[in-house]
């Protein structure tokens, strides 16, 4: 069956430090990957998407890689900040069903 | 206007109600979606529309009933929900089906009594 896995539940940092966020999937074959942000009694918002064809992405402090034969996205920030904290929810393109399928979100808490 | 406006924001409703949710969007985008999430997991698929055409029904109760009037404008109806439906329901649009990039409104925060 399909399956999303992102490392663990919840990650506490210090601030300043890189965070590293997996997300591990079986029986996809994802055209393109995304992470989200979601704050509590909001919607997620969009961060990044990776295609099948690239290895790497960024955007500002965040950059995100894709390995397709390891079956596996990892998601940094760089030099986190409180505001950070956040959960963040990586998500697969089903191309053959046509929709996206969340993973269950780890929840980052960046200590001051 | 990258905004995706969702109302109400909050709702109490009997199981004998009968509502609706509301969503909004001026993107240009021909996919509009229905998300049910309960707390501490991820947003569930509930309903694609593109092209205001229902595509996706993932097999979800009779009791919600989506509805696509035009292109900006989503709805989904609710009557006799059970407590078990109490979540935040979110509503999302991209520019096509399969596009990626979801815009998420805020959700409607739905508790059923």
């Known amino acids: 069956s399909q399956k999303i896995e992102q490392n663990s539940e919840a990650l506490n940092i210090q601030e300043g430090k890189t965070a590293t966020l997996t997300c591990n999937y079986t029986?996809?074959?994802?055209?393109?990957l995304q992470w989200y942000r979601q704050d509590p009694g909001r919607g997620p918002v969009f961060l990044l998407l990776?295609?099948?064809?690239?290895k790497e992405k960024r955007k500002e402090r965040l950059k995100v890689t894709f390995d397709t034969t390891l079956k596996q996205s990892l998601f940094h920030i760089t030099a986190s900040q409180p505001a950070d904290s956040a959960t963040y929810l990586c998500?697969?393109?089903?191309?053959?069903?046509?929709?996206?399928?969340f993973g269950d979100g780890t929840t980052l808490t960046v200590k001051p | 206007d990258t905004e995706v406006t969702q109302t109400p924001k909050h709702l109490v409703m009997g199981m004998t109600n009968k509502k609706s949710l509301k969503c909004e969007q001026h993107?240009?985008?021909?996919?509009m979606y229905w998300y049910k999430q309960k707390a501490k997991k991820p947003p569930e698929l509930m309903f694609v529309?593109?092209?205001?055409?229902?595509?996706i029904n993932e097999s979800v109760p009779s009791r919600f009933s989506p509805e696509c009037p035009n292109s900006s404008l989503l709805n989904l109806h609710l009557h006799a929900l059970q407590p078990e439906d109490s979540a935040l329901y979110l509503c999302?649009?991209?520019?096509?089906?399969?596009?990626?990039?979801?815009?998420f409104g805020s959700g409607t925060q739905l508790s059923v009594l």
């Open positions: 029986n996809y074959s994802p055209a393109y």
């Open positions: 990776i295609r099948e064809n690239e």
């Open positions: 999302a649009s991209s520019q096509v089906r399969q596009g990626g990039k979801l815009f």
């Open positions: 998500a697969l393109d089903d191309a053959q069903a046509g929709k996206s399928t």
């Open positions: 529309y593109s092209y205001e055409k229902l595509s």
């Open positions: 993107m240009g985008h021909r996919a």
